[in-house]
């Protein structure tokens, strides 16, 4: 027993001391024949059939007559917990009339502790029945009951067990029947109920025995559990699992419905049992007299066969918690108010109470026993957070005797209240790396680590090399349990670039992905594919970020990439197996067809950033056979709608790629959903990238000639359209680019756009360009005349100039002057004269021409002037005749009907003659013999003036001569209106070539007359 069992002392014992002199005199008279507890309160019987309770100040508060035998014993009591009602079993003699004994069986009383009895002041007794035991005198040896008193089983010494079923409580009636006989007596009897099945339990020194008394089962013959008894007071219930307590001398069993279970070996003699807890309390005999125990006699003498060992044991832990000798008979053992008591038979009462937890757990680290601490304290219930202090001590008690495998299983244990500083300091020995990791590991399995753990075990495993246990450390599934970026950037420094890009993408940090593939493995193509694996919104920050990088590296590819996503088209690409059935297969189909299938499955499982399936060179395609990763996943594209950022954006990502900058460009202008602003900014950039061009090869016209086209056909009109339409480019853009890349016929396009020729042709003289000067005079001199005054003040400007031109360009330019007269005779002579260039042989047939044609216009207007002199005299002389002399009128016919005149007729100034029924006039009817005169001939009239005489026009006109008439009228009336709009005068005076010419017609027009004269 010393061997696997450990004594302590868990356990602190007190007498009790009673409260009054009644009180010790009863528990000292030795007259307790029975004792029970619950409800708070101690109930012990006497062998003249009184009850006595007693309260927790140990006075007895209640004092009731339970038996009306006579010397009747008050044997077994129960009290129900909870309630108030209390179970006595009396056993006694009763006397007979003729005063002879007669045996009577035990009577069986159930009371009303809160209902007294108004006269007599004692409890209520509910029910009384007669135990039935056929009539034999033998006592009761074991008692037990269920909760709700509907069925209580009895034992007796002759091996007879009763059971009593009914409502003792309500007293309706009661039923006993003899459930099992034998030779035996009845040592014990226990009730195990549970749901609808009560099963009662036997014990006889020579056996253990089940039978059922309520349920499945019910009236069975009993079964015998085991072929081995115990002695009375061996047989407990354990309250808390149910299971029936028996104890031998050897050992402690344990009985459930199933049958015995596994027995705590416990050798010695025992007379009383009683389950406490998780303890299980034993009184042992003395050691009879005559057995070797010399020891115990030399020391006790004559009294060690009357000493008792009470002994308190943790079966689960096998640790006696406590161990007593009692120098009386041990009588009860009961556990009320807490704690546990027992009572001798000399009246003394000692109380047991269990120390605390920390108490007892600090007597097991004394004795570094940490084991069994953790195992106390799990049956206590603590908390896992103390219980980590534990596992704590228990490593570091193991760690200072350089176990330090199984310290770290205990400081693992503890980790989750433990400071993982304090643990990682004891390990950071390259001897106990391997723990160490252990220990970092599980830290971020319980997602304690921080970036500092997560660092520290990433350097573990790198020192190691250790590629295995790192890869499974970032690739475990579940929640993260690290740092992320921690390890990642530790992968990084560490070389371990692969896994680095695994964790990146596996949680989603693309740009990541994307750094370590550029800046650490130089993996350019894979970079690039993963960008285009990307939706738009996470592709653009990525694409934009290393967008240099990647089109040093990969132009054709990171260009088409630029030119999807800026014009709309970008499709993420997305890599779907395919089955593996319709790909060939080569040898050993079997295997292939198997291999093929597990790699195939793995890809659907796996994310595979690295594996690009599609990268096979012109050799070994031509030579080499499908793969199985060939065969296993093909790239789709996928739609999705984005709107692509303006194209200006991405200029500088092309700095010092002019080739790839204008193949983006190109393909942008062909995008129809351009705003203006963003073709401008294209037009803009691609001309300037033109003229870049250009300018590499210096010596290379053909080549600058290529590129100069190209960006003149920008910046050229659309002729061809509908309406001209102008490029979207601003003119000051193209004339600074021009001007920087030497480009003139970009500077001479915009300003002939602009309307600006005469700064073209200033810009060929400034540079002393004659030809390109005598081109542009060419081209657009008929739009703008003013260039042939400045044409012949350039050509005449010096003399290699002229050589330049010659002299017939300098007559054609004179010739247009004369021709369109640009210049007077004068400013070309001024002009000329400037300088020593031009000589009069060079103007004398300018001069001769323009002298010769200003004298035929003199002899011209001279003649004029003469003809318009003649008929102004012959008209004031007709005006003379007709107002002084007689008109003679010899027309014999009408001029209207052509017959002969006859009277009356009417005769005009004019010379014209008509029938006066052949007139239609407006006014009164004219007299025959009227001569009228017309004003066509009669210019001053003959009708009546403004005081009130008679006007031609009033009496009628000729009709023949009216038309003309009207005509002059209408001519002179807008004349005459005209003269007054000064307005048009001046803006015709301004319009006009010559001016003087100009005033002239005006004057005729009376322009210049005063009103109202005329």
């Keep these: 027993m010393a061997l696997t069992w450990r004594s302590f002392d868990f356990f602190d014992a007190t007498p009790i001391k009673l409260a009054d002199d009644d009180t010790r005199t009863f528990f000292e008279s030795n007259d307790i024949s029975s004792v029970c507890s619950g409800s708070e309160s101690l109930f012990l019987g006497s062998y003249d059939g009184t009850v006595r309770i007693v309260g927790p100040s140990w006075k007895v508060l209640r004092t009731f007559v339970a038996s009306e035998q006579q010397h009747g014993a008050i044997t077994h009591m129960l009290q129900v917990e909870g309630t108030s009602l209390l179970v006595t079993l009396a056993e006694g003699d009763m006397v007979g009339g003729d005063g002879a004994a007669t045996a009577a069986g035990p009577v069986l009383k159930v009371w009303a502790l809160d209902k007294l009895n108004k006269k007599t002041g004692i409890p209520t007794c509910l029910s009384t029945v007669v135990v039935n035991n056929g009539k034999k005198p033998f006592p009761v040896s074991a008692f037990t009951a269920t909760q709700d008193l509907t069925q209580v089983a009895v034992g007796f010494a002759n091996g007879a067990v009763t059971v009593i079923r009914g409502d003792l409580i309500h007293d309706l009636g009661t039923k006993q029947r003899i459930i099992y006989e034998s030779d035996e007596p009845i040592t014990g009897v226990e009730l195990h109920v549970e749901a609808t099945l009560t099963t009662l339990f036997v014990a006889t020194t020579a056996r253990i025995l089940k039978v059922v008394i309520s349920g499945k089962g019910h009236g069975q013959p009993p079964k015998t559990v085991e072929d081995e008894g115990c002695g009375v007071g061996c047989m407990a219930v354990d309250k808390k699992t149910g299971e029936i307590v028996v104890a031998r001398e050897d050992a402690i069993y344990y009985y459930t419905l199933d049958g015995r279970g596994p027995p705590t070996a416990f050798e010695t003699p025992k007379k009383l049992v009683a389950v406490y807890g998780d303890y299980v309390a034993l009184v042992s005999p003395p050691t009879p007299a005559g057995e070797t125990d010399t020891m115990r006699r030399r020391f006790w003498g004559t009294t060690a066969d009357s000493i008792y060992t009470l002994t308190l044991i943790h079966p689960d832990l096998r640790i006696i918690a406590h161990s007593e000798t009692v120098l009386a008979d041990v009588k009860h053992i009961f556990a009320l108010w807490g704690d546990l008591y027992m009572l001798t038979q000399d009246g003394k009462v000692v109380r047991y109470h269990e120390k605390t937890l920390q108490q007892r757990l600090d007597m097991l680290y004394q004795r570094n026993l940490y084991t069994l ?114 390890a990642i950037s530790m992968c990084r420094q560490g070389g371990y670039y692969e896994q680095a890009a695994y964790l990146a993408k596996k949680h989603g940090e693309n740009d990541l992905v994307v750094d370590i593939l550029i800046e650490d493995s130089k993996a350019y193509h894979d970079a690039l594919d993963f960008i285009w694996h990307l939706e738009p919104e996470t592709a653009h920050p990525c694409l934009m970020k290393y967008a240099r990088v990647l089109i040093e590296q990969c132009p054709e590819e990171a260009t088409q990439l630029f030119i999807d996503y800026y014009t709309g088209k970008y499709r993420p690409r997305v890599d779907v197996p395919v089955t593996i059935d319709s790909a060939p297969v080569v040898t050993n189909g079997g295997f292939v067809t198997g291999a093929a299938n597990a790699v195939q499955n793995l890809s659907n499982l796996l994310p595979l950033p690295y594996m690009n399936t599609t990268v096979v060179t012109s050799s070994q395609q031509a030579t080499a056979k499908p793969t199985v990763g060939d065969l296993s996943i093909k790239t789709e594209t996928v739609a999705i709608q984005y709107t692509p950022p303006r194209p200006r954006t991405a200029f500088s990502s092309f700095i010092d790629h002019s080739d790839e900058f204008i193949i983006f460009l190109e ?299 009207a005509t002059i009228r209408a001519l002179k009336k807008s004349q005459e209106e005209a003269a007054e709009r000064h307005e048009l005068f001046k803006d015709d005076l301004e319009r006009s070539e010559d001016r003087f010419k100009t005033v002239a017609e005006w004057f005729g027009r009376g322009v210049m007359g005063a009103p109202g004269i005329e």
């Design 667 to 965: 393909a942008c202008l062909k995008d129809d959903g351009l705003s203006q602003e963003d073709k401008t900014d294209i037009y803009t950039t691609l001309f300037e990238m033109y003229l870049h061009k250009s300018n590499e090869k210096k010596n290379d016209d053909q080549h600058r000639e290529q590129w100069e086209a190209k960006a003149k056909s920008l910046i050229e009109s659309d002729k061809t359209a509908a309406a001209t339409t102008k490029p979207p480019i601003e003119n000051s853009n193209v004339l600074l680019l021009s001007h920087l890349s030497d480009f003139r016929d970009g500077t001479t396009l915009v300003k002939e756009q602009s309307g600006l020729l005469f700064d073209i042709f200033r810009s060929y003289t400034s540079a002393k360009d004659t030809r390109g000067a005598i081109k542009a005079l060419r081209k657009y001199g008929p739009e703008e005349p003013q260039l042939y005054p400045a044409a012949l003040s350039y050509l005449t400007s010096s003399q290699k100039i002229l050589e330049e031109a010659g002299p017939e360009e300098l007559a054609s330019v004179l010739e247009k002057i004369d021709k369109d007269g640009l210049m007077a005779p004068l400013q070309v002579v001024q002009t000329l004269s400037k300088n020593s260039v031009a000589n009069m042989g060079m103007i004398k047939p300018y001069l001769s021409k323009r002298i010769e044609r200003e004298r035929k216009d003199i002899a011209e207007n001279k003649k004029f002037v003469t003809q318009f002199r003649s008929e102004t005299e012959q008209r004031r002389a007709e005006i003379a005749d007709l107002g002084t002399k007689p008109a003679v009128f010899q027309a014999t016919r009408c001029q209207q009907c052509s017959l002969p005149l006859d009277l009356p007729a009417v005769h005009f100034l004019c010379k014209h003659s008509f029938h006066q029924r052949c007139l239609r006039v407006t006014g009164a009817p004219i007299p025959s013999g009227t001569i009228r005169s017309s004003n066509s001939n009669n210019l001053f009239g003959l009708g009546e003036n403004d005081a009130g005489e008679a006007d031609a026009d009033s009496l009628g006109e000729c009709p023949i001569c009216a038309r003309d008439n």
């Design 373 to 486: 601490a953790v195992d106390l304290a799990q049956k206590c219930g603590m908390d896992a957070q103390h219980q980590n202090v534990i596992y704590r001590k228990y490593g570091d008690y193991l760690y200072q005797k350089g176990n330090y495998d199984e310290a770290m299983t205990q400081y693992i244990k503890a980790i989750d209240s433990t400071e993982p500083s304090q643990v990682i300091r004891k390990f950071l020995d390259t001897q106990r790396i391997h723990n160490l990791i252990e220990y970092l590991e599980e830290l971020h399995e319980h997602h304690k680590a921080t970036s500092d753990h997560t660092t520290l075990l990433l350097n573990c495993y790198a020192k190691l090399k250790d590629i295995d246990k790192l890869e499974k450390f970032i690739k475990s599934e579940g929640d993260l349990k690290f740092d992320l970026d921690t």
